[in-house]
Antibody, heavy 118, light 108 residues
């Protein structure tokens, strides 16, 4: 059974940095692309970043490129999201997702809340 | 960017059929995926590649995609289907993933 568990959510000040982690189990981690998707309170889903199974290739929306960095440690079955210069608009639940195919997100973690506020 | 338009809400009586649309320019040329999200829970993939169902998803859930509109259809709706539903596409040219704004399905 696929299991994904995010951690690292917290209340942070604007301008600060935060790193999220996602521990994966129940599948061969390195075989799958992984992503982060976020959801602001009461809002819809927003794609944040994707990384290939090898970790060699990563993708970002233009709006987040340069501030957020996705990475993975296949020896630890763990996905990461480094978030820098955080803003109020980054307040959201952040979900870790395993791709079913590169086109879609087959399994999701329960999510972790990041709150950016003075 | 690829904009996906969903109606904010759809209401249906129990036992009836719910239809949720997802509009986009020539969306019929892309594969569309649908997610169900119940309050306080993570999204769940219910339809992928326009009309395929992951294991464990009831046959009552079906999808179609043509021209400028993709559709998620839920037949014989019951209270357990009440949730937010999001459509999603992958733009393989730019390697970006896009979500629709979501539709809240209310079972009357």
């Amino acid at each position: 059974e696929v299991q994904l568990l995010e951690s690292g959510g917290d209340l942070v000040q604007p301008g600060e940095s935060q790193r999220l982690s996602c521990a994966a189990s129940g599948f061969t981690f390195s075989d799958y692309a992984m992503s982060w998707v976020r959801q602001a309170p009461g809002k819809g889903l927003e794609w944040v970043s994707t990384i290939s199974g090898t970790g060699k290739t990563s993708y970002y929306p233009d709006s987040l490129k340069g501030r957020f960095t996705i990475s993975r440690d296949n020896s630890k079955n763990t996905l990461y999201l480094q978030m820098n210069n955080l803003r109020g608009g980054d307040t959201a639940i952040y979900y870790c997702a395993k791709h079913r195919s590169l086109a879609n997100f087959g399994s999701w973690g329960p999510g972790v809340l990041v709150t950016v506020s003075p | 960017s690829f904009a996906l338009a969903q109606p904010p809400s759809v209401s249906v009586a129990p036992g009836q059929t719910a239809t949720i649309t997802c509009g986009g320019d020539k969306i019929g040329t892309k594969s569309v995926h649908w997610y169900q999200q119940k309050p306080g829970e993570a999204p769940v993939l219910v339809v992928f590649d326009d009309s395929a169902r992951p294991s464990g998803i009831p046959e009552r859930y079906s999808g179609a995609n043509a021209a400028n509109t993709a559709t998620l259809t839920i037949s014989r709706v019951d209270a357990g289907d009440e949730a937010d539903y999001f459509c999603q596409v992958w733009d393989s040219d730019g390697d970006h993933w896009f979500f629709g704004g979501g539709t809240k399905l209310t079972v009357l």
